[in-house]
């Protein structure tokens, strides 16, 4: 009995450790990014301001799958975005490049893993794009969620647009 208790709560300890930083970054993304980055006005482009979250989280994946380099990535970006760096060159030429936001590293790291990790809406709309896009076998089902998504993505889908 004791040992499950030590095991249960050693569970639920790291899960808070886990969650907070990712939660911190939840706050910041919707402070910093969604503004730009959100599910507002779906997937029409001519409405948009910026490609959803979730495009760019799937951009950024199918070069950086792992966390730790996805992060540095998207932290890079956002210590100075340069056309250099981008992933998104047709994203660039539709909207302009990115403007500066002003964070600091520890912050821009924990949005940068909220976007990796995080549950980020789908604008409406994004699921069809993607089919469209990719194939059927595209990004996986289930609306809504941009979880997981980018997994079976080809490695070139990163040169294409949104
Ligand atoms: C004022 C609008 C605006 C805000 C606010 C904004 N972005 Fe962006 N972002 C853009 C635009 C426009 C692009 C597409 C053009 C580009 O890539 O520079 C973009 C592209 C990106 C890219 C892809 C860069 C590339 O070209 O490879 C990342 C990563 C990104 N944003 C992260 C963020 C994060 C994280 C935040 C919040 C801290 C944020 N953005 C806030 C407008 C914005």
Known sequence: MRIILVIFTAIVLSNTVQAEPLAEGEKLYKTFCVACHGV?????????LAPPGVAVRMHYKTVHKDEASFVKAVTEWLDAPDESKTLMRGAIRRFNIMPKIPLSKEDAI????????????SPEGFDDHIKEMYGKQGMGKGR??????????KEDSAKKDI
Request: proline share 0%; no cysteine.
């Open 110 to 121: 924990k949005v940068a893993t909220y976007l990796y990790r995080g549950e980020l809406e």
């Open 144 to 153: 809504g969620k941009g979880r997981n998504r980018t997994k079976m993505v």
């Open 40 to 48: 507002q006005n779906g997937m029409d482009m001519s409405k948009r």
